[in-house]
Each structure stands twice: as structure tokens, then as C-alpha cells.
């Protein structure tokens, strides 16, 4: 099966940059569809941004679009999400999430249900 290592959050200040990364066993990794997820306490969990297996599309939540970046290194079995500009708002858990066919809908790209395997989540926290 499919495990999931998240790495790379903190405290940054309205403002600053953090990247993000998850790291994915197995051997097919370059045929897995990417997500990454946010919660914060209290909500529900979000969609924030997602990556196709060759990284040719992406998809960005408005809330984040011009801001992060999501990228993969398929030969490292890896996925990045690159935090620019970070706001207090962005602080939230942020989750990794993989499957290993692609979405057939696209209204599956954002739906969490989608998604067999989750890491086990990153904390980051924006100060004002």
C-alpha cells in the first residue's frame, strides 16, 4: 500500500514562504494523482491544490491560486507544495493525499472522499 510522509511545517509570519513536502512509497508512484489538503480547527477539511501523475495539470483552490505552488519529483517519489505570501487564514493541518488512478470527474479533483491514502499531516502556523 501506499505510505505517506509529510515534512516541513512551522511558524512563519504573514508574509513569509514555507515549503512543504511528501514523500510516497512504492513503485508506481509516477502513476499517482496528487492532492494536498488543509484543516483548521474547527472546520472542515479543505482542498488546496492537486497535481496530475506526470505534474502536467494542476489545480489551485482560489483561496490559494497566485500564492502556492504544487510540484513533483516523480524520480524522488515526491510532492512539494511551495507557500508564498502566507496570510493568518492559511494556518491550518495540511495533508498529503494520493490515489492511484486519476479523477474521471472533475468535481472528484476537490471531493477528500476521493482520495485511498492520506499522510499524517503537517502544522502550520501563520502569525498576524
Known amino acids: 500500500q501506499v505510505q505517506l510522509v509529510e515534512s516541513g511545517g512551522g511558524l512563519v509570519q504573514a508574509g513569509g514562504s514555507l515549503r512543504l513536502s511528501c514523500a510516497a512509497s512504492?513503485?508506481?508512484?509516477?502513476?499517482?494523482?496528487m492532492a494536498w489538503f488543509r484543516q483548521a480547527p474547527g472546520k472542515e477539511r479543505e482542498f488546496v491544490t492537486a497535481?496530475?501523475?506526470?505534474?502536467?495539470?494542476?489545480h489551485y483552490a482560489d483561496s490559494v491560486k497566485g500564492r502556492f505552488t504544487i510540484s513533483r519529483d516523480n524520480a524522488k517519489n515526491t510532492v512539494y507544495l511551495q507557500m508564498n505570501s502566507l496570510k493568518p487564514e492559511d494556518t491550518a493541518s495540511y495533508y498529503c493525499?494520493?490515489?492511484?488512478?486519476?479523477?474521471?470527474?472533475?468535481?472528484?479533483?476537490?471531493?477528500?472522499?476521493?482520495?485511498?491514502?492520506w499522510g499524517q499531516g503537517t502544522q502550520v502556523t501563520v502569525s498576524s
Open positions: 497535481i496530475s501523475s506526470s505534474g502536467g495539470i494542476t
Open positions: 493525499a494520493a490515489d492511484t488512478r486519476p479523477p474521471v470527474l472533475r468535481v472528484e479533483i476537490r471531493d477528500l472522499n476521493f482520495y485511498t491514502y
Open positions: 512504492g513503485r508506481t508512484f509516477s502513476r499517482y494523482f
